[in-house]
Each structure stands twice: as C-alpha cells, then as structure tokens.
C-alpha cells in the first residue's frame, strides 16, 4: 500500500490526502452526531414514561385505598393510547397484583420478576430493546403501592434510522464538495512542479543548456525556478570555458612536477635544520618555564585564599600542559625517525577532558567566546592510554579554535563510536564558528611548518607545528584526525583513538542522580548548543525543561507556567545574551512575587571580579562559570534544592564546591556547653549540609530528643546539669518504651583521649567517640559510617586530597608558638561567601568568655572548690584547643587532672601560667581578627 501510494503522481497523492482528510473529519462527524442523538431520544423517551408512570401512579392513590380494582383496570386501560407501552401492572404493598394491562399477546409480569434488584435501585431498566420502569405510590409519605410499566423502544429506532439517513446525506454531499475544491486547488501546487518536470525532460533529451524555466511567483517554486535557471547558467558557463581550462592546468601540472623534484632535495637538507631549530628554541623556552613552576610551587606553600590558590594552581597547572607541549617539541625529531615511545597510563577520561577545558576557558571567555564541553554520559570513563598526549592535541585543536574565532562558540563533543567490550573507540570532536577554510589550506593543514597564512603581515600567528605534531601523535596511538570547514563557515576537526577500558568509579554515579528527580527548570540562552547540551544534562537527571532564546521570551515562559499552575522550580540564565542581560532578567524575575518561589542560576563566560556580588545582589541563588562541570552543575544544584545555602541568602559559586563536594542531608542534635565548641562544630556540621540544633546542656538535648526527630546526636560528654551520659541513658531509655523506633546514632565529643575513655562512652550507649579537637574529616568520617544514605554526591577523590590548610584525623602536635594557624585556617575554611567572618566571630566570642570563666576559676581556688575547677578547666581546654591555643590548652588540661585527683597542690601557680599564656593568646588571636578588637575587654580580673 505504502510502495503504491509513493507511485501516484503529486497530483493524485495531492487528492489523496485531502480526500482523506476530509472523510475522516465527516466521519467523525457522522459518529459523534448519531451517538449524541442515540442518547438524546433514549432519555427522552425515559423521562416521557417516567412522567406518564408518576401521573398513573397519583391518579391510583384512593383506589389503593379503598380497593377499588376496577378503578385501577381503569387507569391503567388508558395507558392504550400510548401504542409504545406493552404491559402495565400495579402491586399492592404486600406484593400482591390488583390491575394489569397487556397489548397484544404480551405476556403479564409475575411479582417476582418485577422484583429486580437492579429496578428496585434505578426505578428504570433499559434491557432487550425494551424500557420497564418502576414507580412507587406514596400516600401521607406511606408506600401504599407499586406501578410496573414497559414500553417498546421501536419508535426510537425508527427516529434514529431516519436521522442518520440525514447524515449519510450530509457525508456524500460533503465528500463531493471536497473532490471538487482538490481538484481545482492542486493545480496550484502541481503547475510548477509540471512545468519544472517537463523543462528537465527537455534539457535531459536535447541537451540544451540554453533553455529557461518560466515562473512569476516568489515562493518556494519560484525560488526553485530561479535556482534551476542559475544552475543552468552555470553549466553553460562552464562549458564554454572548459577546453582552455584542461589546457591550462595540464602545463600547471607539469610545471609542478619540475619544481617537485627541485623541491625534494631542498625539503630533507631543510628537515634536519628544523629538527635542530626545534631543539635549541624548545631549551631557550624550557629555561623560564622552570622558573615560573618552581615559583608556582613555592606560592602554594604559602597561606593563600582559596581565590589565590586557584589562580595559583591554574598557573601551575597551565605551566605543566605548556612545559609537556615544549619537550614534545624536543622531541619532534624522534617522531620523524619513529623514535617517540606512547605510554601506557590509566586515568580518568572526563576529569581530563573537563581540566583541559578550564585552562582555556579563561582564553575563550578573554574574546567573549562560548567554550563548550559536552562528555557523552554512555562513555567508559576510566580508560589507559598516554593522557599527556591526548592532552596535548586537544589542547592544540582547541587553542586553534579559539585563536580562529572573533565570535559564537568553540564546542568540545568526546563520545563513544563503538564499544567492543574491554576497549572502546572515542571520537574527540573539536567544531568552531570562526573563520574556516579552504580546501586547499586544509590540504597544507597537516603538514609541519605551513600556515593557511603564510605572509608576514598575517593577522594569526603560530609555528604552524602544532596539528603536524597532533597528527603524528594521534597516528602513534593507532588512531586518525581529519577536519572539515568552508570559508566563513567555521571548521570542525576530530580524532578517533581506540583506547582501553579500566576499572574505576564514575566521576558522577547514577544513583545520586534521583535527587532531582521530577523537578522542573527553564533555560534561558542565547546559544543554541548551550540550551541543547544543559537541556541533555537535566534530562539525565530527570529534570523536565524547556529552553529561550532570549531573556523576553523565558519571563513570557515563566508568567505563563505560573498561569497554568505549573511554576518552574529554577531558571538556568546565560550572563552575557543581546538586549537583557542574566542580571537583568534575575532582577525582574525577584521583584515579581508570583515568581519568589522559583530559584535562579546564572552561567558566565566572564568570570569578572564583582560580578558575583551583583549576582547575590539580583536575588540569584547560584553563580558558575563557563564551562561547567557536570559534577559542580549537579552538586550546587542539589544543594541548592536542598535550602541550605538559600535558608542563609548565601550564593553558591564553584569556590563553595572545590572547598566541599561533599555533604549530608540530615538533621543533627548539637549539645554542647562550650560557646567556642558551639561556633567550631555547627560551621563544620552546616558546611557539610546538615541542619543543625544546639542544646547547652544534657536536659535540653534529652528534652530535645523526646520532642523532635533527628537523623544523629553530637554529645558532649562534660555538661552543667546533666552531662553527656547521663543524657544519652535518659535517651536510650526514651527508645525502649517505643518499641520499634529505630536507634538514634549518638556520637561523644569529648577533650579526654585517655585510655578507657571511648569503652565508657560506648557503655553509657553512645555509638562512637570524636575526641577533641575535632577538623571537618573527622566529622565527614563520622558521618559516612552512620548516615549513608544521607550522603550527597560524593567525591572521593576530592574527599582524599587533603586541603593545604586542612586538619588531618589526628589532633594537632604540641608546637612552642602560641597558636597553631592550621587549626584557624580550617576555620577558614568553613566561610561562607558574603557572611560574617566566621574566625573573626568564634575569637571575639572567646575572647570575651575567657576572662569571665577564669574569674570563676580564681574564685574557687580561693573556695577550694573542685568540682568547678574541674568543670571550668575541662570546657577551657576543649574551647583553647579549638582556635589553635594548644599550649593553653595543655595548661586547662593539667588543671582538670589534678582536679579529678582531688589534689589542690600547685593549682595556683598554674592559675598563673595560665594567665600568662592566655594574654599571648590574645595578642595572637587578635591578630587574626578581620575587624577592630579595641572595644573588647581582654583583662582576666
């Protein structure tokens, strides 16, 4: 059917489908109509007998009454006008029959089949082509009587048969009219294409290239008209000039070949004086790059922001990709003579890629350009080849790029041509808009030391080395490059590499990816690769969307979900788009209410200084730079949903996610006494994701465990009025009563590392111990052993690399200097962007307690009182150790054993050093300060 409907001339397929369409409308039609009058006379009828059965039915009332059977005969006997009824009957209420009525033959109901379930519920039953309906007679709200009737349903047969003759009637003439008005339409259609298929005909029979289609209009065939007429001309022209052009490009040839022969011998006494120009500049250049490693190295050894750092990083991390390409070019020679050796190596293929594409974003971005990365999610992505090498043509290919292009966009695609199990074959594919390119400069693009440009006024500059170089690498691995491109069309250059599989972990695993599950997001960019690889991203993890051009239509968009009751939950937004900017559309979108709800990230190619400040400022909750990882897209994403960030009117930008990828969605119980012990755990525990709750003290936290839930408790075992075991008993007994409620996870936090002191916490009920002082990868451990399923896309690589201000497991070693900087700048750490100095806060706090408490200790060593010197020197210690005074802390720490001890002696001349190093404690700490501490009163009494 399908092959005979490709056969049929235009005009007939033309017909065809009008026809087809149109029946299909009038059959529709015919269908529906005759259904609706189906219905309509059927519960006419029923209303008509309803109506007749309740005025019989009145009318049979007294009858009943005094039992006059003839005068219910009577009544029913004129129901005999009514040619539709059949049999009629009226029931007494004891069942019994006092009157009936037949037409014709038609056999009496018997009380039992009157009794009828189904006609006792409804008062009506539509069965057999025939309607029977039930009607009761009331007297004085008494059921004194029942009335039967049942009537035929052939007079409605009779009107249906007639109104869809009607219709029938209406289809024909409908069909009718449709064949005239396709017939007469098609022409419009089929005329020019006719004509075109009769002047090709002609040409293709006598060959006449001189021939020209006529046309008048200026749509699609007339555009067609006119091109074959140019096409035409073409030929024509080429005709003509044929002959002399073979002529002409014989002698070309064979004045090449003469040359080609000189040239050969001057091009291998030229090989070797590259080979040792290659040398000698590569040594010249290799000089200064050791110097700005080695001092990029000794930068990050120094204490750095985290802003500082990752300039730093990126200058080393450039350094070392520019150091590989100049020893590659060292070794140019070897890979004439075959000497270059691949390595074997396994690493990570999308960390590569995306490391790659960071370098030379800031290049892209420096001429407004978009860089896009785009890593297919069905790509293995461990695998082992020579990562150095496939770093350095894709470095190559992608600098290129960008170098080429003034304006619009240079996209990476890696992804996967054929898997064959335990290797796989990778397709890098590098596609730019920018100047393209002819096919005879593409000719000289892979050869070593040519240019498409070649002068010296050329406006790109370059060795013309780096795609031979690139070539031969690729070769050596066994794979192939080539490119495409026409000029002012941009070019595309790709590599195929087979490359084998490793045993590894996703970078981004699958199951994490259900967090964002059923949310929805609206992508506003003015790039169409941009929308289309953010729009497969969210699929992926199951996000649903719809993409804007422009920031007018995606505010149209979002008004008109809100509407529609379907309000977005996020809008991802494009900094830099024509007309209104990101910020722009972020400001209008917050001063809209029926839009509060809905949460804002913006992507910038432009990464600015200040430009986040404008963005926190427009109310948007995430700010990233181009172009981003799927791992940070996704992970600021989560923490966006999950408020954290949004409850503190922070910002999320990819500083936050290289500070911690890692975080827990749970709700955590804090008791602890200490206020410095206080600040330092909920940074920790809210930097991580957690929602945190304090108690001051063991009856808060057991009042607070019996009235809310909570995913894991945090128990200071030393505490005023209740301490951390007492409480914990209290909690565990709490548990018993209800049985079935699964155990609350409770972790002591305590300052003894004694031996013995973890067995007396795990009797008392806790389930593990953290001794003080504590860092974030203590508390990281603690909570990935007890709350997994809390866990939040984690990065284990990011999780092992130790940050270089950051606390190992192990507390800290006694130093002589007063303060340990490490455990402040895993304080510092925990900052978030745009919020109070967090250091700054814990020290003021310390710094105003401290005197105060030592005030207490003075006074109970004047009242030989031990249980509070004991107390207050336990809290001391922890608090002291907290900011790094560990040598204070050890003095606290001495303080409390001898209290334990009941032993007084020496207590005062402790008292004294104690007091000494605290005022060298606060010359230090108030150094660290962010803000001015002259108003802070440091004296001890």
């Not at 809209?592 to 992507?603: A, F, G, N, S, V």
């Not at 930097?687 to 709750?693: I, S």
Request: charged share 25%.
């Amino acid at each position: 059917m399908t092959q005979f409907f490709h056969n049929l001339s235009v005009k007939q397929k033309f017909n065809t489908i009008i026809l087809g369409v149109c029946s299909t409308i009038l059959l529709l039609t015919f269908t529906i109509a005759f259904i609706s009058q189906w219905f309509l006379y059927q519960r006419n009828a029923l209303e008509e007998l309803q109506s007749l059965s309740k005025i019989i039915g009145d009318n049979s009332t007294a009858a009943l009454l005094f039992q006059d059977d003839e005068a219910l005969e009577n009544n029913l006997h004129s129901l005999a006008q009514k040619t539709s009824i059949l049999t009629s009957a009226i029931y007494r209420a004891d069942g019994a029959r006092v009157a009936s009525f037949s037409r014709g033959g038609h056999q009496q109901i018997s009380p039992q089949r009157v009794k009828n379930t189904e006609l006792e519920e409804k008062g009506y039953m539509i069965h057999d082509g025939r309607i029977q309906i039930l009607t009761p007679i009331i007297l004085d709200n008494e059921r004194v009587g029942t009335l039967y009737l049942q009537a035929s349903m052939g007079d409605l047969y009779k009107l249906l048969l007639e109104a869809a003759g009607y219709l029938v009637l209406l289809l024909l003439g409908g069909l009718v009219l449709a064949v005239v008005l396709a017939n007469r339409l098609q022409k419009i259609i089929t005329g020019p294409v006719t004509q075109l298929t009769t002047a090709i005909q002609q040409i293709s029979t006598e060959k006449n290239y001189r021939l020209r289609v006529k046309h008048k209009s200026k749509d699609e065939f007339g555009l067609l008209a006119e091109g074959f007429n140019n096409m035409l001309g073409q030929i024509q022209q080429r005709d003509e000039h044929l002959e002399e052009q073979v002529r002409n490009r014989t002698a070309e040839l064979q004045l090449t070949m003469d040359k080609a022969i000189v040239l050969a011998d001057e091009a291998q006494a030229a090989s070797k004086a590259k080979s040792q120009f290659l040398a000698n500049m590569s040594h010249e250049i290799r000089t200064p790059m050791n110097g700005v490693l080695g001092m990029a190295e000794m930068a990050l050894d120094m204490n750095l922001t985290l802003e500082q750092q990752n300039a730093i990083e990126t200058i080393k991390s450039s350094g070392e990709s520019l150091l590989t390409i100049i020893n590659d070019i060292l070794d140019f020679s070897k890979i004439e003579a075959g000497k270059l050796e691949i390595e074997t190596i396994n690493f990570n293929l999308p960390a590569l890629i995306e490391e790659i594409a960071q370098i030379l974003a800031h290049r892209a971005h420096a001429k407004g350009l978009e860089l896009i990365v785009d890593i297919a999610e069905t790509l293995h992505p461990d695998m082992s080849s020579d990562p150095s090498r496939i770093r350095q043509v894709l470095t190559n290919l992608l600098s290129n790029a960008i170098k080429f292009t003034e304006q619009g966009e240079v996209y990476l695609k890696v992804e996967s041509l054929k898997d064959m199990g335990d290797s796989e074959q990778v397709r890098f594919l590098v596609r730019d808009t920018g100047i393209g390119m002819t096919a005879e400069e593409r000719k000289k693009l892979f050869q070593p030391f040519s240019q498409a440009d070649e002068s010296t006024t050329r406006k790109y500059g370059g060795t013309g080395l780096g795609l031979a170089i690139s070539r031969q690498l690729v070769e050596l691995m066994d794979g192939q490059i080539n490119c495409t491109g026409n000029p002012g069309e941009g070019a595309e250059f790709w590599f195929d590499l087979t490359l084998k599989k490793t045993a590894g972990t996703r970078i981004l695993a699958q199951t994490p990816t259900q967090e964002l599950k059923g949310l929805s997001a609206l992508v506003v960019d003015d790039n169409q690769t941009n929308r289309e690889l953010l729009t497969h991203q969210m699929n992926s993890w199951g996000i649903k969307q719809e993409g804007a051009e422009d920031g007018l239509k995606g505010l149209t968009i979002l008004h008109r979900a809100v509407e529609e009751k379907r309000p977005f939950d996020m809008v991802l937004l494009d900094m830099h788009m024509p007309h209104m900017d990101g910020l722009d559309v972020a400001r209008l979108i917050r001063k809209d209410p029926t839009l509060e709800r809905t949460k804002i990230i913006i992507l910038t190619s432009v990464g600015i200084r200040g430009d986040a400040q404008l963005a926190r400022e427009a109310g948007i909750n995430i700010y990233l730079t181009k172009p981003v990882r799927q791992v940070d897209l996704y992970n600021s994403l989560v923490e966006l949903m999950n408020g954290n960030y949004l409850e503190k009117k922070d910002l999320i930008t990819q500083y936050h996610l290289k500070k911690e990828l890692t975080t827990f969605n749970a709700r955590v119980l804090l008791a602890e006494d200490n206020i410095i012990n206080q600040q330092v755990a909920k940074g920790v525990l809210c930097k991580l994701g957690c929602r945190v709750e304090l108690a001051t003290n063991g009856l808060e936290a057991v009042s607070a465990a019996q009235k809310e839930s909570y995913d894991i408790v945090f128990m200071d075992c030393q505490m005023p009025r209740m301490d951390g075991y007492e409480a914990t008993g209290k909690i565990r007994w709490m548990e018993d009563l209800k049985s079935g409620q699964k155990r609350l996870p409770i972790i002591a936090l305590t300052a003894n590392a004694l031996s013995g002191d973890r067995e007396k916490c795990l009797a008392a009920g806790m389930d593990d111990y953290i001794s003080k002082p504590f860092g974030k990868e203590k508390i990281i451990k603690v909570l990935k052993h007890w709350l997994p399923e809390n866990l939040h896309s984690p990065s284990q690589a990011n999780l092992s690399k130790k940050h270089p201000h950051g606390v190992s497991d192990q507390s800290p070693p006694m130093e002589s200097k007063t303060i340990d900087t490490k455990v402040l700048n895993s304080i510092r750490d925990l900052q978030a962007d745009g919020a109070e100095d967090l250091l700054t806060k814990i020290i003021k706090l310390f710094l105003e307690d401290t005197p105060g408490q030592l005030e207490k200790i003075k006074l109970a060593l004047e009242n030989s009182d031990i249980a509070t010197l004991r107390l207050i020197s336990h809290s001391l210690k922890s608090g002291s150790a907290n900011l790094g005074a560990l040598n204070l802390s050890a003095l606290f720490r001495k303080m409390e054993e001898n209290a334990r001890n009941d032993s007084m002696e020496g207590a005062s001349e402790l008292f004294v050093q104690i007091e000494r190093e605290f005022q060298k404690a606060v010359k230090s700490l108030s150094a660290e300060m962010v803000t001015d501490i002259e108003t802070i009163d440091f004296r001890n009494g």
